[in-house]
């Protein structure tokens, strides 16, 4: 079994979700007066997990997209990526690696990065299928600029990630219980290329 290519109207309804995360992250931030620009840090090395075999198509996408010198270069930073990351786990530390796709500071994917890395730095909450809400409290900059009042503005991710599920399912054909978890960092998600079973 293979997972199929997405297709234009799939990719269509993946960005469109998209633009729904980035309209509620922008008001959030306009909100707080939150902006990235002058940060001394970088979210890319941030240790991020993703979980969807559509959101994994739709990286290769922009992967495809680039050249094959620079893909090539790619690949080799993220084979060393999952190295330093597993290395890491093993000691018990959580890895900070700057992600394979980050390049001079900046991501050279970044119309076809995943919903993780577009909802990063400012807060969110996200309610589980068990009724717990979980809440993320942005980074260490929002933090700061929020002080005492970290929950008072929040982007809801519960209906944009469901909104996904039923995409992934769709994708799958249905089928989306027959197939392995996905648990992959973007590093991992390279090194195995685009995703296929069989």
Not at 39 to 63: K, M, R
Not at 64 to 74: I, P, S, T
Not at 103 to 125: F, K, N, S
Request: aromatic letters at 8%.
């Amino acid at each position: 079994m293979i997972v199929r290519e997405l297709s234009a109207t799939i990719i269509r309804r993946v960005e469109d979700i998209y633009a729904e995360l980035e309209k509620a992250y922008d008001k959030v931030a306009h909100d707080i007066e939150f902006s990235c620009t002058g940060c001394p840090d970088n979210c890319c090395d941030s240790y991020f997990l993703h979980y969807t075999y559509i959101e994994w198509s739709y990286l290769w996408l922009g992967v495809n997209g680039l050249g094959a010198a620079r893909r090539q270069a790619v690949l080799e930073r993220a084979h060393q990526a999952v190295l330093e990351a597993a290395k890491d786990l093993r000691s018990n530390r959580r890895p900070q690696i700057m992600c394979p796709l980050n390049e001079d500071g900046l991501c050279i994917i970044y119309r076809h990065r995943l919903m993780v890395c577009r909802t990063h730095g400012v807060p969110a909450t996200l309610t589980r299928p068990d009724g717990k809400v979980m809440q993320f409290p942005g980074c260490f900059r929002c933090q700061e600029l929020l002080g005492e009042n970290i929950e008072s503005q929040a982007v809801e991710r519960t209906s944009l990630l469901t909104k996904l599920a039923h995409l992934e399912n769709e994708y799958l054909g249905g089928k989306r219980h027959l197939y392995p978890k996905v648990r992959m960092t973007i590093a991992e998600m390279l090194v195995k290329g685009p995703p296929s079973l069989k």
